[in-house]
């Protein structure tokens, strides 16, 4: 499941005997387990993998020959804002080999595998959609019903998962809403039969904020920064972007957005990029000084790079990075390409928080079956901000909007004020967050305590500086309390506290803390609001049965489809992964969005197949795994076809690192025009042609490629610098001739002059 699920509720049905799950602590859970196969009863135990928090293990024994078993758990998750404003729900099915350094274990193993159009399963997926604010639509990377709603004011609706999945692809819903962006809060109702004053016993106010900067701040980026770029080169990154034969690979997709990034960076920073995979190697030996003569070595380099590398250790160039001690004045952030195919997630993860003070650090997953622990936990450790690249989507706008935040000033002084009527008090849940980003949601819990006056309002303010100025995003919520059987706001509220104390460990080790003392408060909240972590299971033991199975047990292997596009051969790791064992019918998930679409709450069902005369003893992923053998780096790597390159990419590899053109005849191509024509139009008040050329390439980018200004927005940004720079220019006359020449018909305004 994607990272940050909180899996609240579980049970299991066999021969029509429902059999409810307790949550214990995680090894006792494991021995009565144990305990209950070594007596032939029927037993499940669903836990969280030790490696990795997105990944579950169920496992299911001593089931009779012949007999049907179906389980069924439930989970909330926040669902993340995009670069459009949708709201992005994410069901992983693709579990793809994970790397680990060698002499480590992995969670994942091969597994048999046949083609994904064979798989012995199907899923079904039907997503209920509530808002206060109108669903507009929704769209998917997969085949969906026509959207249906269920009310006139179109709050509400549903759609489905079209019949005929291929398990090849992660499943994505992306909803759209008639009001992006608008603050909102849910009051939510404690249990009565919680202990009094506890998480779970008192009302909870859940509220999504969305912090907006003004333009003239989105404009004062900071030149002054170091960037090193991670781009994965592992053999994995062969792979396309999609299922389709013809979808560009990974690696050809990373690559064209890392030359556009290239040409991004503000002259005069600081920068290096480094590719890994089994080993890893830098452009340079230090970060340089961004110049057209770096700039062009490493777009040489860029152009270059492969799939090449092996498999995926990406611990080892991390630490090698924050060993160099950084330039005064010149802040470091970090881009991590990856397609998330790594084993030692959490170790990863507490480097990158350790070193967080002086490395911010962004991270793009590439591809389905990335793991959704490593790219969100490395942003979060990080203080920065995760991308998730699948599909059809455009890897370069999701880059870009990540390098404006990069760009952005840093927010200081932020504080979050609660003004509620005298009696009640507010506890906050979350931590106040260090890091804003303009646009991005933040979700806040916090606990009312005291009489709640359900007719009286609350107020919350969030407060920060920036650029020398003092901001403020707030907004008014009634105390009415929302009644719901599911405790949405407090489950997440929940494993939010869990996360919370599960990243002071690291801490507590180094310290010589209490660590016992904070894995026990952890399995206190998680076994009070029934949220499963890494130190509690749930286990659900048929205890109605009568007779005790005396068969002899007998593990059954249920293939998982062939993801990948061809066979990838990988040299470094240990790929283990448990057995996945699957509905030869549907496999059933049920999604329901609600609360203003801040949380997804999820039901996911499974039924384990028949098979006459065996027992099945085994484990259920939610995610599909193709196999991998030894070695790539033996293997002679074929030549690509050239490809026709993007028009729009093609016209900025022409751009200088000083943000100017010269007026080659690559460019004249680009303009569909004539040489002579070009010069002809050129007015006689500019004696320097690149003065010329890179006038005609900005209003080109303007006229022809608005529609995609996200991606070439900063590139524009040192032309107009670049412009503004030469003197004696007369911009009205540059403006009418270039009109004239393109055909266009755009204002000074348009272009930023």
Request: with cysteine; hydrophobic share 40%; glycine share 6%.
């Amino acid at each position: 499941m994607e990272d940050g699920s909180s899996v609240y509720d579980f049970h299991a049905e066999i021969g029509g005997n429902l059999i409810e799950a307790t949550i214990k602590e995680k090894q006792e859970a494991i021995y009565d387990y144990d305990d209950a196969i070594s007596s032939g009863q029927e037993a499940f135990l669903l836990e969280e993998s030790d490696e990795s928090p997105d990944v579950f293990r169920l496992s299911v024994g001593s089931l009779p020959a012949g007999q049907t078993a179906s389980v069924s758990l439930s989970y909330v998750t926040e669902l993340p804002v995009q670069a459009d404003d949708a709201l992005r729900f994410f069901l992983p099915t693709v579990l793809c080999p994970r790397y680990t350094p060698q002499g480590s274990t992995s969670l994942t193993s091969e597994v048999p595998f046949v083609p994904c159009d064979s798989v012995p399963y199907s899923l079904s997926l039907n997503c209920h959609l509530s808002s206060l604010n109108g669903i507009a639509s929704v769209k998917s990377n997969s085949s969906l019903s026509p959207l249906e709603y269920l009310s006139d004011d179109k709050t509400e609706a549903k759609v489905s998962l079209s019949p005929g999945f291929q398990f090849d692809r992660d499943v994505e819903l992306l909803i759209y809403y008639s009001q992006a962006h608008q603050p909102t809060a849910v009051v939510e109702a404690g249990v009565s039969t919680a202990a009094e004053g506890s998480l779970m016993g008192v009302p909870l106010v859940m509220v999504s904020l969305y912090p907006e900067f003004s333009r003239s701040t989105e404009e004062s980026l900071t030149k002054n920064g170091e960037f090193i770029f991670l781009m994965d080169c592992s053999g994995s990154m062969k792979e396309t972007m999609e299922w389709e034969s013809n979808s560009a690979r990974r690696i050809e997709s990373a690559r064209d957005t890392l030359l556009l990034l290239l040409k991004s960076l503000p002259f005069g920073c600081y920068f290096n990029i480094c590719l890994f995979g089994s080993h890893f190697k830098f452009f340079f030996p230090k970060s340089v000084e961004y110049t057209q003569q770096t700039m062009e070595s490493a777009m040489k380099k860029v152009k270059d790079m492969d799939a090449n590398l092996g498999g995926t250790e990406i611990l080892s160039p991390l630490c090698e990075i924050f060993r160099e001690p950084c330039k005064p004045g010149y802040p470091r952030q970090l881009f991590v390409f990856t397609d998330g195919e790594v084993g030692n997630i959490k170790e990863v993860i507490e480097k990158v928080k350790k070193n967080s003070a002086k490395h911010r650090c962004f991270t793009f997953g590439i591809g389905d079956g990335a793991s959704t622990a490593l790219i969100k936990g490395m942003a979060k450790a990080g203080n920065g901000h995760f991308q998730f690249v699948c599909g059809k989507d455009r890897m370069q706008a999701k880059v870009m909007q990540t390098l404006s935040f990069a760009l952005q000033p840093a927010v200081t002084n932020v504080a979050l004020n609660w003004h509620v009527p005298d009696g009640m008090e507010v506890v906050p849940v979350s931590e106040t967050p260090m890091m804003l980003f303009s646009g991005q949601q933040l979700i806040l819990y916090s606990q009312l305590k005291g009489k709640v006056d359900e007719t009286a309002v609350g107020h919350v303010s969030l407060q920060y500086s920036l650029c020398d100025m003092e901001h403020k995003t707030e907004m008014h919520f009634a105390l009415n309390c929302a009644k719901h059987s599911r405790l949405t706001a407090h489950r997440l509220a929940a494993k939010s506290l869990i996360n919370q104390m599960e990243e002071k460990k690291e801490e507590q080790l180094l310290t010589g803390g209490g660590i016992e003392n904070l894995k026990k408060n952890i399995v206190e909240m998680s076994s009070e609001a029934r949220v499963l972590s890494p130190y509690t299971a749930f286990i659900a033991i048929n205890k109605e049965s009568r007779e005790a199975i005396q068969a002899p047990l007998i593990r059954r292997d249920i293939p998982c489809g062939d993801y990948m596009n061809e066979v990838s051969l990988f040299n470094s790791g240990d790929y283990m992964n448990e057995v996945s064992l699957f509905n030869s019918g549907d496999y059933m998930n049920e999604v329901s969005l609600f609360n203003s679409a801040m949380p997804c709450d999820s039901s996911l069902k499974a039924s384990l197949p028949k098979k006459k005369g065996s027992s099945l003893i085994s484990k259920i992923f939610m995610k599909c795994l193709s196999p991998a053998s030894n070695s790539m780096s033996e293997l002679p790597v074929p030549v690509e076809e050239e490809k026709q390159k993007d028009p729009m990419l093609k016209l900025i590899s022409f751009q200088k690192a000083n943000g100017s053109w010269e007026l080659q005849q690559e460019l004249i191509n680009l303009f569909n025009k004539a040489e002579q024509e070009v010069l002809q139009k050129k007015p006689k008040e500019i004696s320097d042609k690149s003065v010329w050329a890179t006038f005609l390439a900005l209003l080109w980018l303007h006229g022809f490629n608005s529609h995609m200004k996200d991606e070439w927005k900063f590139v524009a940004l040192k032309a107009v610098s670049w412009i503004k720079a030469q003197p004696g220019l007369n911009l009205s006359i540059c403006l009418q001739a270039g009109n004239d020449l393109l055909g266009c018909q755009l204002d000074l305004k348009t272009l930023e002059l």
